[in-house]
Protein backbone atom coordinates (compact mmCIF):
# COMPACT_ATOMS: atom_id res chain seq x y z
CA UNK A 1 0.00 0.00 0.00
CA UNK A 2 3.03 2.26 0.74
CA UNK A 3 4.04 1.54 -2.92
CA UNK A 4 1.00 2.77 -4.43
CA UNK A 5 1.07 5.90 -2.39
CA UNK A 6 4.52 6.81 -3.76
CA UNK A 7 2.64 6.54 -7.14
CA UNK A 8 -0.35 8.61 -6.59
CA UNK A 9 1.72 11.22 -4.16
CA UNK A 10 3.99 12.87 -5.95
CA UNK A 11 6.39 14.81 -4.43
CA UNK A 12 6.24 17.01 -6.91
CA UNK A 13 3.55 17.21 -10.01
CA UNK A 14 6.00 17.89 -12.26
CA UNK A 15 7.15 14.24 -12.42
CA UNK A 16 4.65 14.04 -14.48
CA UNK A 17 6.10 15.39 -17.47
CA UNK A 18 8.05 12.29 -17.58
CA UNK A 19 5.33 10.97 -19.40
CA UNK A 20 5.66 13.29 -22.27
CA UNK A 21 8.57 11.72 -24.09
CA UNK A 22 8.80 9.57 -27.07
CA UNK A 23 10.37 6.44 -24.72
CA UNK A 24 7.00 6.45 -21.90
CA UNK A 25 4.16 7.00 -25.18
CA UNK A 26 5.88 4.14 -27.02
CA UNK A 27 6.12 2.00 -24.19
CA UNK A 28 2.86 2.86 -22.74
CA UNK A 29 1.06 2.29 -26.37
CA UNK A 30 2.55 -1.11 -26.66
CA UNK A 31 0.90 -2.05 -23.49
CA UNK A 32 -1.98 -0.53 -24.75
CA UNK A 33 -2.61 -2.18 -27.83
CA UNK A 34 -1.71 -5.51 -26.78
CA UNK A 35 -3.73 -5.74 -23.55
CA UNK A 36 -6.86 -3.88 -25.64
CA UNK A 37 -6.62 -6.14 -28.66
CA UNK A 38 -6.16 -9.48 -26.10
CA UNK A 39 -8.87 -8.74 -24.14
CA UNK A 40 -11.43 -7.73 -27.78
CA UNK A 41 -10.30 -10.72 -29.22
CA UNK A 42 -10.99 -13.14 -26.44
CA UNK A 43 -14.68 -11.84 -25.45
CA UNK A 44 -15.63 -11.60 -29.27
CA UNK A 45 -14.35 -14.36 -31.65
CA UNK A 46 -12.30 -16.52 -29.02
CA UNK A 47 -13.03 -17.24 -25.40
CA UNK A 48 -16.43 -15.80 -24.60
CA UNK A 49 -16.95 -14.81 -20.99
CA UNK A 50 -19.86 -16.59 -20.61
CA UNK A 51 -17.71 -20.19 -20.13
CA UNK A 52 -15.38 -20.66 -17.07
CA UNK A 53 -12.31 -20.54 -18.69
CA UNK A 54 -13.38 -17.66 -20.42
CA UNK A 55 -13.65 -15.80 -17.80
CA UNK A 56 -10.36 -16.92 -15.88
CA UNK A 57 -8.35 -16.21 -19.20
CA UNK A 58 -10.03 -12.89 -19.20
CA UNK A 59 -9.20 -11.79 -15.42
CA UNK A 60 -5.76 -13.22 -16.17
CA UNK A 61 -5.18 -10.70 -19.20
CA UNK A 62 -6.44 -7.81 -16.49
CA UNK A 63 -3.83 -9.05 -13.89
CA UNK A 64 -1.07 -9.21 -16.43
CA UNK A 65 -1.90 -5.56 -17.40
CA UNK A 66 -2.19 -4.12 -13.92
CA UNK A 67 1.41 -5.94 -12.78
CA UNK A 68 2.80 -4.30 -15.54
CA UNK A 69 1.41 -0.81 -15.24
CA UNK A 70 2.19 -1.20 -11.66
CA UNK A 71 5.61 -1.89 -11.80
CA UNK A 72 6.19 0.17 -14.64
CA UNK A 73 5.11 3.65 -13.15
CA UNK A 74 7.13 2.50 -9.68
CA UNK A 75 9.97 2.27 -11.67
CA UNK A 76 9.45 5.85 -13.54
CA UNK A 77 7.96 8.32 -10.77
CA UNK A 78 10.01 6.49 -7.26
CA UNK A 79 12.79 6.82 -9.00
CA UNK A 80 16.05 5.46 -8.17
CA UNK A 81 16.99 7.99 -5.35
CA UNK A 82 19.52 10.42 -5.37
CA UNK A 83 22.78 11.28 -3.29
CA UNK A 84 21.54 14.60 -1.22
CA UNK A 85 22.65 17.58 -2.83
CA UNK A 86 25.86 19.15 -0.43
CA UNK A 87 26.46 15.21 0.80
CA UNK A 88 30.08 14.15 2.10
CA UNK A 89 30.92 11.03 4.11
CA UNK A 90 31.14 11.30 8.34
CA UNK A 91 34.86 10.79 8.14
CA UNK A 92 36.17 13.64 6.62
CA UNK A 93 38.87 11.81 5.30
CA UNK A 94 37.04 9.35 3.22
CA UNK A 95 36.27 11.96 0.67
CA UNK A 96 39.98 11.38 -0.50
CA UNK A 97 38.74 8.10 -1.94
CA UNK A 98 35.98 10.16 -3.90
CA UNK A 99 34.91 11.55 -6.43
CA UNK A 100 32.94 15.28 -6.64
CA UNK A 101 30.51 16.02 -8.70
CA UNK A 102 30.83 19.71 -9.43
CA UNK A 103 26.84 20.11 -10.64
CA UNK A 104 25.31 18.55 -7.15
CA UNK A 105 28.20 20.49 -4.98
CA UNK A 106 28.35 16.76 -3.73
CA UNK A 107 30.78 14.04 -3.13
CA UNK A 108 29.56 10.87 -5.20
CA UNK A 109 28.80 7.99 -2.48
CA UNK A 110 29.65 4.32 -3.60
CA UNK A 111 28.39 3.19 -6.43
CA UNK A 112 26.63 6.20 -7.21
CA UNK A 113 27.06 8.28 -10.78
CA UNK A 114 26.38 11.13 -12.41
CA UNK A 115 23.51 10.90 -14.73
CA UNK A 116 23.48 14.08 -17.35
CA UNK A 117 19.73 13.36 -17.80
CA UNK A 118 18.76 13.55 -14.71
CA UNK A 119 20.89 16.14 -13.41
CA UNK A 120 21.90 14.54 -10.22
CA UNK A 121 23.95 11.72 -8.72
CA UNK A 122 21.91 8.63 -8.68
CA UNK A 123 22.24 5.66 -5.98
CA UNK A 124 23.37 3.01 -7.35
CA UNK A 125 23.28 3.75 -10.93
CA UNK A 126 22.75 1.01 -13.35
CA UNK A 127 21.52 3.25 -16.63
CA UNK A 128 19.04 6.39 -17.58
CA UNK A 129 15.93 4.18 -19.57
CA UNK A 130 14.04 6.05 -22.27
CA UNK A 131 11.66 3.93 -21.96
CA UNK A 132 10.95 5.09 -18.46
CA UNK A 133 12.46 8.17 -18.90
CA UNK A 134 13.80 8.11 -15.32
CA UNK A 135 17.18 6.06 -13.82
CA UNK A 136 17.33 2.92 -13.09
CA UNK A 137 19.34 3.12 -9.15
CA UNK A 138 18.75 1.89 -6.10
CA UNK A 139 15.01 2.55 -5.16
CA UNK A 140 13.61 1.25 -8.64
CA UNK A 141 15.50 -1.67 -9.74
CA UNK A 142 13.19 -4.00 -8.37
CA UNK A 143 10.29 -2.42 -9.88
CA UNK A 144 12.27 -2.31 -13.09
CA UNK A 145 13.47 -5.58 -12.91
CA UNK A 146 10.03 -7.22 -11.90
CA UNK A 147 8.39 -4.80 -15.51
CA UNK A 148 11.10 -6.53 -17.54
CA UNK A 149 9.70 -10.01 -16.51
CA UNK A 150 6.04 -9.35 -16.09
CA UNK A 151 5.86 -7.25 -19.97
CA UNK A 152 6.92 -10.68 -21.65
CA UNK A 153 4.49 -13.29 -19.73
CA UNK A 154 1.47 -10.92 -20.72
CA UNK A 155 2.89 -10.61 -24.06
CA UNK A 156 3.12 -14.48 -24.23
CA UNK A 157 -0.26 -14.52 -23.38
CA UNK A 158 -1.55 -12.38 -25.86
CA UNK A 159 0.37 -13.53 -28.65
CA UNK A 160 -1.57 -17.18 -27.58
CA UNK A 161 -4.89 -15.43 -27.70
CA UNK A 162 -3.94 -13.56 -30.96
CA UNK A 163 -2.74 -16.98 -32.66
CA UNK A 164 -6.04 -18.54 -31.73
CA UNK A 165 -8.05 -16.34 -32.16
CA UNK A 166 -7.05 -16.49 -36.18
CA UNK A 167 -6.48 -19.68 -36.29
CA UNK A 168 -10.42 -20.27 -35.06
CA UNK A 169 -12.02 -17.73 -37.47
CA UNK A 170 -9.92 -18.68 -40.40
CA UNK A 171 -9.69 -22.57 -40.51
CA UNK A 172 -13.15 -22.81 -41.76
CA UNK A 173 -12.91 -20.18 -44.12
CA UNK A 174 -9.93 -21.14 -46.22
CA UNK A 175 -10.74 -22.16 -49.88
CA UNK A 176 -7.43 -23.83 -51.61
CA UNK A 177 -7.18 -23.81 -55.07
CA UNK A 178 -4.02 -24.74 -56.96
CA UNK A 179 -2.36 -21.05 -57.29
CA UNK A 180 -4.42 -19.03 -54.95
CA UNK A 181 -5.73 -19.21 -51.98
CA UNK A 182 -8.99 -17.56 -50.96
CA UNK A 183 -9.71 -15.84 -47.55
CA UNK A 184 -13.81 -15.72 -47.50
CA UNK A 185 -13.55 -12.91 -44.22
CA UNK A 186 -17.43 -11.96 -43.73
CA UNK A 187 -18.26 -15.39 -42.68
CA UNK A 188 -18.18 -16.19 -39.41
CA UNK A 189 -18.75 -19.57 -37.94
CA UNK A 190 -19.56 -20.06 -34.30
CA UNK A 191 -22.69 -20.78 -32.08
CA UNK A 192 -24.03 -18.49 -31.21
CA UNK A 193 -22.45 -15.93 -33.82
CA UNK A 194 -20.21 -13.08 -32.72
CA UNK A 195 -21.55 -9.71 -32.41
CA UNK A 196 -19.20 -8.35 -34.52
CA UNK A 197 -17.81 -10.50 -37.26
CA UNK A 198 -13.72 -10.90 -37.41
CA UNK A 199 -13.37 -8.61 -41.00
CA UNK A 200 -10.32 -7.93 -42.59
CA UNK A 201 -9.58 -5.32 -40.17
CA UNK A 202 -10.03 -7.03 -36.67
CA UNK A 203 -7.48 -9.49 -38.92
CA UNK A 204 -4.83 -6.88 -39.40
CA UNK A 205 -5.03 -5.28 -35.90
CA UNK A 206 -4.90 -8.92 -34.72
CA UNK A 207 -1.57 -9.36 -37.16
CA UNK A 208 -0.59 -5.90 -35.74
CA UNK A 209 -0.95 -6.62 -31.98
CA UNK A 210 0.86 -10.51 -32.65
CA UNK A 211 3.95 -8.59 -33.93
CA UNK A 212 4.36 -6.03 -31.22
CA UNK A 213 3.97 -8.83 -28.63
CA UNK A 214 6.40 -11.25 -30.31
CA UNK A 215 8.75 -8.40 -30.63
CA UNK A 216 8.43 -7.26 -26.85
CA UNK A 217 8.41 -10.93 -25.72
CA UNK A 218 12.18 -10.98 -27.45
CA UNK A 219 13.55 -7.47 -26.95
CA UNK A 220 12.16 -7.43 -23.46
CA UNK A 221 12.88 -10.66 -22.44
CA UNK A 222 16.55 -9.87 -23.48
CA UNK A 223 17.04 -7.27 -21.12
CA UNK A 224 15.40 -9.11 -18.53
CA UNK A 225 18.12 -11.86 -18.51
CA UNK A 226 20.68 -9.23 -18.64
CA UNK A 227 19.55 -7.57 -15.50
CA UNK A 228 18.89 -11.06 -13.56
CA UNK A 229 22.37 -11.67 -14.58
CA UNK A 230 24.13 -8.93 -13.20
CA UNK A 231 21.70 -8.74 -10.44
CA UNK A 232 23.01 -12.39 -9.01
CA UNK A 233 25.89 -10.94 -9.16
CA UNK A 234 25.34 -7.70 -7.20
CA UNK A 235 26.20 -5.44 -9.57
CA UNK A 236 25.06 -2.73 -11.93
CA UNK A 237 25.58 -2.43 -16.14
CA UNK A 238 27.93 0.94 -14.60
CA UNK A 239 30.04 -1.57 -12.56
CA UNK A 240 30.40 -4.84 -15.43
CA UNK A 241 31.83 -1.76 -17.45
CA UNK A 242 34.08 -0.60 -14.76
CA UNK A 243 35.24 -4.37 -13.65
CA UNK A 244 36.11 -5.01 -17.51
CA UNK A 245 37.62 -1.98 -17.42
CA UNK A 246 40.36 -2.43 -14.56
CA UNK A 247 41.25 -5.66 -15.72
CA UNK A 248 42.14 -3.82 -19.32
CA UNK A 249 44.05 -1.07 -17.32
CA UNK A 250 46.17 -4.17 -15.12
CA UNK A 251 46.62 -6.33 -18.39
CA UNK A 252 48.05 -3.16 -20.37
CA UNK A 253 50.27 -1.98 -17.49
CA UNK A 254 51.30 -5.47 -16.85
CA UNK A 255 50.31 -4.88 -13.41
CA UNK A 256 51.12 -7.63 -10.89
CA UNK A 257 47.47 -7.07 -9.43
CA UNK A 258 44.31 -8.50 -8.74
CA UNK A 259 40.32 -6.77 -9.13
CA UNK A 260 38.26 -8.11 -6.83
CA UNK A 261 34.63 -6.90 -6.95
CA UNK A 262 33.87 -5.76 -3.28
CA UNK A 263 29.70 -6.16 -3.10
CA UNK A 264 29.59 -9.56 -5.02
CA UNK A 265 28.22 -11.60 -1.29
CA UNK A 266 29.70 -14.87 -2.54
CA UNK A 267 26.22 -15.98 -3.18
CA UNK A 268 23.57 -15.30 -5.76
CA UNK A 269 20.91 -15.85 -3.12
CA UNK A 270 22.52 -12.84 -0.81
CA UNK A 271 22.97 -11.02 -3.76
CA UNK A 272 19.48 -11.30 -5.17
CA UNK A 273 18.34 -10.19 -1.52
CA UNK A 274 19.78 -6.81 -2.24
CA UNK A 275 17.94 -5.81 -4.83
CA UNK A 276 14.48 -7.92 -4.01
CA UNK A 277 13.15 -7.99 -0.55
CA UNK A 278 9.36 -8.94 1.12
CA UNK A 279 8.51 -5.12 1.54
CA UNK A 280 9.48 -4.35 -1.83
CA UNK A 281 11.86 -1.86 0.01
CA UNK A 282 15.19 -2.35 -0.65
CA UNK A 283 18.06 -2.69 2.31
CA UNK A 284 20.04 0.15 3.48
CA UNK A 285 19.94 3.67 2.97
CA UNK A 286 21.99 3.09 -0.76
CA UNK A 287 24.94 5.39 0.76
CA UNK A 288 27.09 2.23 2.71
CA UNK A 289 27.15 -0.93 1.07
CA UNK A 290 27.83 -4.06 2.59
CA UNK A 291 30.99 -5.59 1.30
CA UNK A 292 32.93 -9.11 1.00
CA UNK A 293 35.84 -10.09 2.94
CA UNK A 294 39.00 -8.74 2.51
CA UNK A 295 37.43 -5.80 0.64
CA UNK A 296 37.23 -2.35 1.37
CA UNK A 297 34.17 0.02 1.53
CA UNK A 298 35.76 2.23 -1.56
CA UNK A 299 37.50 -0.25 -3.16
CA UNK A 300 35.41 0.35 -6.38
CA UNK A 301 35.75 3.98 -5.66
CA UNK A 302 39.34 3.78 -5.60
CA UNK A 303 39.99 1.87 -8.74
CA UNK A 304 37.27 4.41 -10.69
CA UNK A 305 40.02 7.49 -9.74
CA UNK A 306 42.77 4.89 -11.62
CA UNK A 307 41.17 4.39 -14.44
CA UNK A 308 40.15 8.45 -14.41
CA UNK A 309 43.64 8.86 -14.61
CA UNK A 310 44.20 6.34 -17.08
CA UNK A 311 42.00 8.00 -19.56
CA UNK A 312 43.61 11.53 -19.27
CA UNK A 313 47.42 9.23 -20.41
CA UNK A 314 45.73 7.12 -22.71
CA UNK A 315 42.98 9.43 -24.21
CA UNK A 316 43.90 10.77 -27.92
CA UNK A 317 43.62 14.33 -28.10
CA UNK A 318 42.68 15.58 -31.43
CA UNK A 319 42.01 18.98 -32.97
CA UNK A 320 39.13 20.52 -34.13
CA UNK A 321 39.37 21.57 -37.94
CA UNK A 322 35.67 21.87 -39.05
CA UNK A 323 32.63 23.52 -36.58
CA UNK A 324 29.60 20.84 -35.43
CA UNK A 325 26.31 22.27 -34.26
CA UNK A 326 25.78 19.53 -31.84
CA UNK A 327 23.22 18.08 -34.10
CA UNK A 328 21.90 14.60 -33.06
CA UNK A 329 22.08 13.40 -37.22
CA UNK A 330 23.84 16.02 -38.60
CA UNK A 331 22.82 16.48 -42.53
CA UNK A 332 25.84 18.37 -43.48
CA UNK A 333 28.98 16.12 -42.44
CA UNK A 334 27.54 13.51 -45.28
CA UNK A 335 25.83 10.68 -45.58
CA UNK A 336 27.59 8.08 -43.71
CA UNK A 337 28.07 9.97 -40.77
CA UNK A 338 24.13 10.85 -40.82
CA UNK A 339 23.05 7.02 -41.26
CA UNK A 340 25.68 5.70 -38.74
CA UNK A 341 24.44 8.12 -35.47
CA UNK A 342 24.81 6.49 -32.69
CA UNK A 343 21.73 4.85 -31.25
CA UNK A 344 22.58 6.99 -27.52
CA UNK A 345 20.58 9.71 -25.52
CA UNK A 346 24.04 10.97 -24.71
CA UNK A 347 24.48 15.00 -25.52
CA UNK A 348 26.44 16.04 -28.79
CA UNK A 349 29.20 18.48 -28.14
CA UNK A 350 28.91 21.81 -30.18
CA UNK A 351 32.92 21.82 -31.09
CA UNK A 352 34.41 25.23 -32.87
CA UNK A 353 37.91 24.64 -34.83
CA UNK A 354 40.55 25.03 -33.10
CA UNK A 355 39.45 23.56 -29.91
CA UNK A 356 40.69 20.55 -28.31
CA UNK A 357 39.51 17.00 -27.58
CA UNK A 358 40.29 13.98 -25.87
CA UNK A 359 39.05 11.00 -27.91
CA UNK A 360 38.56 7.95 -25.18
CA UNK A 361 36.67 5.43 -28.01
CA UNK A 362 35.46 5.44 -31.07
CA UNK A 363 33.19 4.32 -33.94
CA UNK A 364 33.94 4.68 -38.13
CA UNK A 365 32.36 8.29 -38.14
CA UNK A 366 31.88 9.27 -34.58
CA UNK A 367 34.24 9.48 -31.53
CA UNK A 368 32.98 9.45 -27.51
CA UNK A 369 35.62 11.20 -25.61
CA UNK A 370 35.70 14.91 -23.62
CA UNK A 371 35.98 18.33 -24.55
CA UNK A 372 38.92 19.99 -23.04
CA UNK A 373 37.86 23.24 -21.13
CA UNK A 374 40.42 25.37 -18.86
CA UNK A 375 41.58 21.64 -17.64
CA UNK A 376 38.19 20.48 -17.20
CA UNK A 377 36.04 17.89 -18.95
CA UNK A 378 32.63 17.33 -20.81
CA UNK A 379 31.68 13.85 -21.46
CA UNK A 380 29.53 13.43 -24.79
CA UNK A 381 29.53 12.23 -28.18
CA UNK A 382 31.71 13.83 -30.71
CA UNK A 383 31.37 14.03 -34.64
Known amino acids: MGALCSVIKFENLQELKRLCHWGPIIALGVIAICSTMAMIDSVLW ?44 ENSQDSMYLQYCK ?40 SFTLFLLLAPLGCIHAAFIFVMTMYTQLYNRLSFGWNTVKIDMSAARRDPLPLIPFGLAAFAATLFALGLALGTTIAVGMLFFIQMKIILRNKTSI ?7 AKDRIQYYQLDEVFVFPYDMGS ?29 QYDLTIEQLKQKADKRVRSVRYRVIEDYSGACCPLNKGIKTFFTSPCTEEPRIRLQRGEFILATRGLRYW ?13 AVLV
Open 268 to 296: RWKNFKQVFTWSGVPEGDGLAWPIREGCH
Open 367 to 379: LYGDKILDDSFVE
Open 239 to 245: ESWIEEK
Open 46 to 89: YWPLHTTGGSVNFIMLINWTVMILYNYFNAMFIGPGFVPLGWKP
Open 103 to 142: VCQAYKAPRSHHCRKCNRCVLKMDHHCPWINNCCGFQNHA
